[in-house]
């Protein structure tokens, strides 16, 4: 049984095996150390990734984000610091720090400066997604890394690299660092920099790790001291990085678990044919349930109270808002509604009757001008009429026709001048009177 058992464990240390696959050392330290370093080219590059990263989070495109991530060189000092401490190489501890500490300060400057001049000001999904990191951020960081490292230090590299660099998303929360900055607002500044802050650990930690798993000679033997000293900086700074994340994730795994149990009680204990719940809110250890419709009979209130502990909610205080409160609601919304139409009624008799004054203005404009007209051509034509006016009384066109004093029509002339008035006029309605 023992010798069965030893040659199962030997067949599954020969899958996982990863010492044969080891790239050779020297290599890997050289291509390390040449990505560690920011200037010329990288950093032309860094920048021009995070103006990408920028407009992808100020457009809310996954996919610009997801190229600005491709193309971002930010990842090179960060396993850097991981293998410097893995083998003990504080030379380029040093150098990647201070080029950590250069790419950080351009990208956000960077990012800040974009998000100055950009039109769009307005905070969208995809920016913040990168203000409340997770533990499941720290878990993302060092499986990344470790896939980083695994990558770089052995042979069978696959393409491993650029989904390392999509997957911890260390342009992103830069960008939006910068656009806190850009547009003071703190909470996203110090949010998005310790997701960085996260991403950054955890990938350096997870390169340390796979250094000594894979047996890096050491560049300078170190003190027992100095190396149990620097085993409990690392403890510390790994501690220090994740506790606030699990703070966050565990208040927000305790809210999604307090939601599936509120909303499991709301609907078996609380609705019901012919009752809508409007919302359900938990208040400082009090269930707000607003309900319409067919009230919820007190005795079911009461009932539904003394069951909440079947639904982990017993520290919580129920409140159901119904009944008169609604009713009220009802009875304003009705009130609104009434006086709504009767002021749509009023505008449409106001516009009618607006519509009708205006009607008649124009008629007596028309009369007025035509009056005048008319009176000046009958003294031509007739020369014992003074004066014509001309108007629309009760509705029916009438023109009364005054003559100079001492002066006699007769009716033969006056029907050849009424008949004359109506063609002028255009209605054969028109009453004539002479005085």
């Known amino acids: 049984m023992n010798v069965l058992m030893r040659n199962a464990w030997q067949s599954v240390k020969r899958y996982f095996n990863l010492l044969d696959d080891r790239e050779d050392e020297q290599a890997v330290v050289d291509q390390v150390s040449a990505g560690v370093v920011f200037r010329g080219t990288n950093l032309w590059i860094l920048m021009f990734a995070i103006l990408i990263a920028s407009l992808g989070l100020n457009v809310n495109s996954t996919a610009v984000i997801i190229g600005a991530m491709l193309i971002s060189p930010l990842m090179g000092p960060i396993i850097g610091m991981g293998l410097s401490v893995g083998i003990g190489d504080y030379d380029l501890l040093r150098r990647a720090l201070k080029n950590y500490g250069v790419a950080t300060l351009i990208s956000v400057l960077t990012a800040a400066l974009y998000f100055l001049i950009s039109p769009l000001s307005e905070a969208r999904s995809e920016l913040l997604a990168r203000t409340t990191p997770t533990l499941y951020d720290v878990l993302i960081a060092f499986c990344g890394g470790a896939a980083g490292v695994l990558a770089l230090t052995t042979k069978s590299k696959g393409q491993v690299i650029p989904g390392v660099a999509i997957a911890t998303a260390l342009m992103p929360p830069l960008c939006t660092a910068g656009y806190g900055l850009a547009t003071a607002q703190w909470t996203y500044f110090f949010g998005a920099f310790y997701l960085f802050f996260i991403n950054t650990v955890f990938i350096a930690l997870s390169t340390f790790l796979g250094v000594k798993l894979l047996r890096f000679h050491s560049k300078q033997s170190l003190a027992p001291e100095v190396a149990t000293r620097g085993k409990r900086m690392v403890a510390v700074v790994v501690v220090v990085a994740m506790l606030p994340a699990a703070l966050m994730t565990v208040n927000i795994v305790r809210s999604d678990v307090v939601g599936r149990h509120v909303a499991q009680f709301v609907e078996n204990e609380l609705a019901q044919p012919g009752t809508s719940i409007l919302s359900r809110e938990v208040v400082h250890d009090t269930l707000h349930v607003v309900a319409i419709g067919r009230p919820i009979d007190d005795g079911e209130i009461v009932s539904a109270r003394s069951r909440m502990g079947h639904y982990k909610l017993g520290s919580m205080v129920l409140e159901v808002i119904q009944g008169s409160d609604n009713d ?80 006699h029509m007769a009716q033969a002339e006056r029907d050849k001048l009424a008949a004359w008035l109506r063609t002028r006029a255009g209605s054969p309605a028109l009453e004539v009177i002479f005085r």
């Open 328 to 407: 009220d609601l009802a009875t304003l919304m009705q009130r609104v509604n009434t006086m709504a139409d009767g002021a749509m009624s009023e505008r449409s008799r106001l516009t009618a009757q607006v519509s009708d004054l205006e009607g008649r203005l124009s008629a007596y404009t028309a009369y007025d001008s035509l009056s005048a007209q008319t009176t000046r051509e009958a003294a031509t034509l007739f020369p014992a009429v003074e004066n014509i006016g001309m108007a629309s009384l009760s509705g029916e066109p009438t023109a009364l026709v005054r003559l100079h004093d001492g002066r």
